[in-house]
């Protein structure tokens, strides 16, 4: 069975500009996440979908973030306009039972 | 974000040896996860547990569900080099699709 896919892999960008990080889940895994974690840390949530919808996106930092799971399969994570402080990887998870949350490789952004 | 308390934070230790790691929480958890993380790539899902005093075993791995449900402890026997990398515990409150809160990490090296 696949595991979840992310793309890119690392991506460099200039502060200021847009980013958009993609997001396939294991398949018939209705439950897709989005972590952050930085440098020796954790993954820190960011949003939680349940199919379509984000059930918990209090941690999405909103003036600049967003993301979409429109089909309730894949998903998009969007930094609009990215800053220094954005540099980190950012993680996909999916699950389709309580808890047992598998990861993508996830994706590491350097803001310059 | 709230992280749970990992101890000890890195260990070195010779190939054979027996390692042993717990997490720590003010709160209780209903859940525990331990995950591996190696540079570059996503955690992976070493073991759940979902009962208090569980114990459960994943080859060398063995996990335990402490029994206040405030803490978890993981232990590796007989290292191998490949056990090297990043080991983060991971709690969730209550049962179902929500997030996880992770630990600070144990880094675990292998003196040769």
């Known amino acids: 069975e696949a595991g979840v896919v992310q793309s890119p892999r690392y991506k460099i960008i200039e502060k200021k500009q847009p980013v958009a990080f993609w997001c396939n889940p294991i398949s018939g895994h209705n439950t897709l996440y989005w972590y952050l974690q930085n440098l020796g840390q954790g993954p820190e949530l960011l949003i939680r979908y349940e199919n379509e919808e984000a059930v918990d996106d209090s941690q999405l930092p909103k003036d600049r973030f967003s993301a979409e799971r429109l089909k309730g399969v894949d998903s998009t994570l969007k930094i609009q306009p990215a800053e220094l402080g954005d540099s980190a990887v950012y993680l996909c998870?999916?699950?389709?039972?309580?808890?047992?949350?598998?990861f993508g490789p996830g994706t590491r952004l350097t803001v310059t | 974000g709230q992280q749970l308390n990992q101890s000890p934070q890195s260990m070195f230790i010779q190939e054979g040896e027996d390692v042993s790691m717990n997490c720590t929480s003010s709160s209780i958890f209903n859940t525990w996860l331990w995950y591996k993380q190696d540079p570059g790539e996503g955690p992976v899902l070493l073991i759940a547990?979902?009962?208090?005093?569980e114990l459960t075993s994943n080859g060398r791995l063995t996990a335990q569900f402490g029994i206040t449900r405030k803490d978890s402890f993981l232990n590796i026997s007989a290292s191998i080099p490949s056990d090297v990398g990043i080991y983060f515990c991971a709690g969730q409150p209550n049962f179902g699709n929500e997030k996880l809160t992770f630990g600070t990490g144990t880094r675990l090296t292998i003196i040769p």
């Open positions: 547990l979902y009962k208090a005093g």
């Open positions: 998870a999916s699950s389709a039972e309580p808890a047992a949350q598998y």
